[in-house]
């Protein structure tokens, strides 16, 4: 029996009721965002960039007046760009990046994390979003305005580069930058069009071409795609940029762009789950949605006979894993642009299925039905909280598909769109 699709009704209350996480969570004094409701959660930077691209959302759709929105903006710009940048261990950020995770009280670093550079990036273009909307020659807009250039503008893209020809992870004081850089198909498509886009520091054109040429193209459950493993991959750079009908020198290629790439992605993590090759329970076209999430582990169980590994948070991928199990249906609504006919009907069994994955800020970040401990009830294990990197995805990616809104408001952002000439995209739209 198949779901029927979700109401429209309900789709939007989740939208409002997930922007709810950035509305109650955020610190009001800096504006610093925790990775988690778990408690004594460390703020991570990439949910304040989400929470900043919700709020013109979150405007629009009369979830806070527009005059709140900008004072919670200015906040957060203003402890970014006042914040200290430098070498010594409890900074802020260096050239013109930020650490991974920072105290909630008092912005510095926590533990011994890394200058996070894709990390760095989901703040920016948050800050990006933010200018490009908050459009009105008031004193507080300017203020947005200039600040998320100020911040934007000293982000030193060719020291990231650490003098080879891809981007790196990150650094750290302590041992200078990570041994791994930007390869494979990834989440940082949006990192490089905004570092080609760099009005002071850019990257140069051949950083693209070196990371498009690592891209492994493969055939999973019948369908030619690009391949990445978690389902958030396909869904994170596409929050800012519309991908319809623009193509660089590797999709014009292989002849489709990347929304499309994403489209296939999603029909193959559903047919992944029909398919159920670990023979995990619930997995069926109404239950999948495999991507970076938290989970039940770690642990050890046997059970129908299997001894399983469950993993804690994980980036779970298919269609060689990790997968234990875990669901996060937050990952299938960040999917609505791409295969809104098979979404749709997920979130509905969703809500059918398992009523007790919801609460005050919609979908908790994942549920796995094969998880079966002491203390677990017969539907298995169900996160307790949620996560600022799951709730940023499920109000843009609504937005893109009930309205395009945000996808139109990203055009009109000319860093953005210099990146995406300077990458190789065209067509289409731009």
């Not at 990192?191 to 080609?196: C, D, F, P």
């Not at 990445?228 to 991908?243: E, N, V, Y």
């Not at 948070?313 to 894993?321: L, N, S, T, V």
């Amino acid at each position: 029996m198949t779901s029927k699709p979700i109401s429209r009704a309900a789709l939007e209350k989740l939208q409002r009721d997930t922007f709810g996480y950035f509305k109650k969570e955020t610190n009001p004094k800096n504006g610093l965002v925790p990775d988690s409701t778990r408690r004594g959660s460390h703020c991570s930077i990439a949910a304040v960039g989400l929470a900043l691209a919700a709020y013109p959302i979150a405007v629009e759709r009369n979830f806070v007046l527009r005059e709140e929105a900008v004072e919670r903006v200015l906040t957060t710009l203003r402890f970014f760009w006042r914040s200290p940048q430098g070498t010594a261990p409890d900074a802020t950020g260096y050239k013109g990046f930020y650490y991974h995770f920072l105290h909630m009280d008092s912005g510095r670093r926590a533990w011994e994390c890394e200058v996070s550079t894709i990390d760095s990036t989901i703040l920016i273009a948050g800050a990006l979003s933010v200018a490009t909307y908050f459009d009105q020659e008031t004193e507080q807009e300017h203020e947005v305005r200039t600040l998320a250039d100020n911040l934007y503008r000293r982000m030193d893209w060719q020291w990231a580069l650490n003098g080879e020809g891809k981007v790196s992870m990150g650094w750290k004081p302590e041992c200078g930058f990570l041994p791994w850089c930007w390869e494979g198909y990834n989440e940082s498509i949006l990192l490089h069009v905004l570092g080609l886009g760099s009005p002071t520091y850019p990257l140069p054109a051949e950083t693209y071409k070196a990371f498009t040429s690592t891209y492994a193209w493969q055939e999973i459950h019948g369908q030619q795609q690009l391949y990445a493993g978690p389902l958030f991959i396909h869904q994170l750079s596409h929050l800012w940029i519309d991908f319809r009908e623009i193509q660089d020198d590797f999709m014009r290629e292989k002849e489709i762009d990347y929304f499309e790439n994403s489209r296939r992605a999603t029909y193959t993590q559903q047919q992944y789950a029909i398919s159920n090759p670990r023979e995990f329970r619930g997995y069926s076209k109404d239950i999948w949605g495999i991507t970076a999430s938290d989970g039940p582990g770690p642990a050890q169980l046997t059970i129908d006979g299997i001894r399983r590994n469950f993993f804690d948070y994980e980036a779970r991928g298919i269609p060689y894993g990790p997968d234990d199990g875990t669901i996060a249906p937050w990952a299938v609504v960040a999917s609505l642009p791409f295969a809104p006919e098979i979404v749709l009907p997920t979130l509905q069994h969703f809500n059918e299925a398992y009523p007790e994955m919801t609460s005050e800020y919609g979908f908790k970040c994942s549920f796995n039905p094969t998880f079966a401990a002491d203390d677990q009830g017969e539907k298995g294990w169900i996160s307790k909280g949620y996560y600022g990197l799951d709730q940023g995805p499920v109000v843009i990616m609504i937005e893109n598909y009930l309205s395009g809104f945000f996808w139109t408001l990203m055009k009109r952002c000319p860093y953005l769109v210099t990146g995406l000439h300077r990458a190789g995209f065209k067509g289409g739209w731009l």
